[in-house]
């Protein structure tokens, strides 16, 4: 067949499914049916399947993010002044910074301040990072990247790109973009939000942000099963 016709036929189709649909929603759609033809493999063996789409997607991008942690852990494990993949990530954050707060630096992070200043410290000690007093608070600390530390990322970065290679090698740029721009708006709306709810009970977060309470959760347990 034709692929004019071919497209005009599942538009067509689509339309008279969705008839107040936009094109946008239909190539989103096309590309969903197109996709799960592929013989990609079997998710979550022995882990159980999540019923709903939700569920599914965000036990994909944990597990995948463990497994991207088990990887630059490796990649990073003959850096001497590198004991572990944290050191990375908060050296990443403060050269992009420029020059900013400890605590600002844990925050960012969603770690803990005890566990993020730990973190701070050992970079200090390695000599990766400098710190100052602010001279608008005498109590605080400031702390930016030393040329060091610079050369550190540098090779944090290039190790960093073999993990990238080594997980996402069977998708093309073309794929990665997509996923990016269909993610990127959750990370720009939730790293602000998280900073500032994450002291709050899971009901008062959902609240917070959806302006009503979760309908999954009754005193305090999660009713749907993963």
């Known amino acids: 067949m034709n692929k004019t016709v071919q497209l005009v036929n599942e538009w067509g189709a689509f339309e008279a499914a969705h008839p107040q649909a936009e094109i946008e929603e239909f190539c989103r759609y096309y590309l969903t049916i197109q996709r799960s033809k592929l013989d990609l493999g079997e998710n979550f063996v022995g882990r159980g399947t999540p019923p709903m789409p939700a569920a599914y997607l965000m036990k994909l991008i944990g597990y995948i993010a463990r497994l991207f942690e088990v990887y630059i852990t490796r990649a990073l494990s003959d850096l001497p002044s590198i004991k572990q993949s944290e050191d990375f990530f908060f050296l990443n954050f403060i050269y992009h910074s420029g020059e900013c707060r400890k605590?600002?630096?844990?925050q960012q992070q969603l770690m803990g301040v005890s566990t993020g200043i730990d973190t701070l410290n050992r970079l200090l000690a390695n000599e990766l990072i400098e710190e100052r007093t602010d001279p608008s608070d005498k109590r605080a600390r400031l702390v930016k990247v030393t040329e060091k530390g610079i050369e550190?990322?540098?090779?944090?970065?290039?190790?960093a790109g073999v993990v990238n290679n080594l997980i996402f090698h069977d998708l093309s740029v073309d794929d990665i973009k997509l996923c990016i721009q269909m993610l990127r708006g959750v990370e720009a709306k939730h790293s602000a939000l998280a900073i500032d709810l994450r002291e709050l009970p899971i009901v008062e977060m959902y609240e917070k942000v959806l302006g009503c309470k979760p309908e999954t959760m009754s005193n305090g347990n999660e009713s749907t099963s993963r």
């Open 152 to 159: 550190v990322l540098h090779e944090c970065y290039r190790r």
């Open 103 to 106: 605590t600002e630096v844990a």
